[in-house]
């Protein structure tokens, strides 16, 4: 994420919580209440923030929680999206072994092959898109 202010590092901390504790018609609740579909937005936020802050505490006494995902704290267990969703995908790439993988090439330009790719692509002779 790039932040709109010079010095000031995002904080995307409930994106993770959002995608790992509150249930899905959660997100969609989010989604709605961010572009007002359905009348009043405020409102809406509001009852978004209240139901998304008893999807975290909702276990929080819960005995059995504890013992499957060790003992809770206030903070919360993932530092991004980066860990929950990136992170998680390029783990299962791996394990799946298509990382590395070739990058697809597109055209070309002047005789030079462009290869469109990301960084875990296999390094090509030609012009990386």
Not at 51 to 75: C, I, L, P, S
Request: aromatic content about 12%; glycine content about 6%.
């Amino acid at each position: 994420m790039v932040s709109m202010y010079p010095g000031h590092e995002p904080d995307d901390k409930w994106i993770s919580s959002l995608l790992t504790v509150a249930p899905f018609n959660r997100i969609v609740e989010y989604f709605s209440a961010e572009i007002g579909d359905g009348g009043n937005q405020r409102l809406q936020r509001k009852d978004f923030m209240h139901n998304f802050y008893h999807d975290t505490r909702a276990y929080e006494k819960d005995q059995m929680n504890e013992v499957v995902f060790g003992k809770t704290t206030d903070q919360n267990l993932h530092t991004s999206v980066r860990d929950v969703w990136f992170d998680a995908a390029r783990a299962e790439l791996r394990a799946r072994g298509v990382i590395p993988h070739d990058a697809e090439r597109a055209w070309h330009w002047n005789g030079i092959p462009i290869f469109i790719g990301c960084s875990d692509c296999h390094p090509v002779a030609g012009w990386r898109a």
